[in-house]
T-cell receptor, first 106, second 112 residues
Framework: AQRVTQPEKLLSVFKGAPVELKCNYSYSGSPELFWYVQYSRQRLQLLLRHISRESIKGFTADLNKGETSFHLKKPFAQEEDSAMYYCALSEDKLTFGTGTQLKVEL | DAGVIQSPRHEVTEMGQEVTLRCKPISGHDYLFWYRQTMMRGLELLIYFNNNVPIDDSGMPEDRFSAKMPNASFSTLKIQPSEPRDSAVYFC??????????FGPGTRLTVL
């Protein structure tokens, strides 16, 4: 069975500090992984997916198959990055982690 | 395209009443998903359809919950009878094949 773990429920950083949101997965096949973001009281939006290897809003995520991780990183946090972040793994359906609330403080 | 459309956006009802949530997926998408989001349990997949056929309903909490997809452009999630613990935000999402999944704005349900 596929499983996604986000160990931190809340991550609080200061503006300008680096951010790393952790995601670990368990899956026997070749995983397809995503990060979704949910701003306050809004719908979930795709932030990035590992196959596209893009940088969106300054965020990047690298798939590490050895460590079965897909951590989300940004070198300098901005106030507008405050949101809920979900890591997800796709087979036929998306399996979401429990989410990490990122709070960027001034 | 207007994206995934859900209605109503907010619903307040009394315990015991029937509640129907509606979803219009993005045109051409062949997968449709219903999720429930609460503070306690996070984001839970309730059921999903492929080409209007229910594929996995193992996340549906009880027999009080039912979902239908009569055609490719419409789905409903019904709760009968509703209970206070059903209060949550219900999201619908759609997808084409293995492409990106797009979410609707959600329906915020409050059962008094």
């Amino acid at each position: 069975a596929q499983r996604v773990t986000q160990p931190e429920k809340l991550l609080s950083v200061f503006k300008g500090a680096p951010v790393e949101l952790k995601c670990n997965y368990s899956y026997s096949g070749s995983p397809e992984l995503f990060w979704y973001v949910q701003y306050s009281r809004q719908r979930l939006q795709l932030l990035l997916r590992h196959i596209s290897r893009e940088s969106i809003k300054g965020f990047t995520a690298d798939l590490n198959k050895g460590e079965t991780s897909f951590h989300l990183k940004k070198p300098f946090a901005q106030e507008e990055d405050s949101a809920m972040y979900y890591c997800a793994l796709s087979e036929d359906k998306l399996t979401f982690g429990t989410g990490t609330q990122l709070k960027v403080e001034l | 395209d207007a994206g995934v459309i859900q209605s109503p956006r907010h619903e307040v009802t009394e315990m015991g009443q029937e509640v129907t949530l509606r979803c219009k997926p993005i045109s051409g998408h062949d997968y449709l998903f219903w999720y429930r989001q609460t503070m306690m349990r996070g984001l839970e997949l309730l059921i999903y359809f492929n080409n209007n056929v229910p594929i996995d309903d193992s996340g549906m909490p009880e027999d009080r919950f039912s979902a239908k997809m009569p055609n490719a452009s419409f789905s409903t999630l019904k709760i009968q009878p509703s209970e206070p613990r059903d209060s949550a935000v219900y999201f619908c999402a759609s997808r084409l094949a293995a492409d990106t999944q797009y979410f609707g704005p959600g329906t915020r349900l409050t059962v008094l």
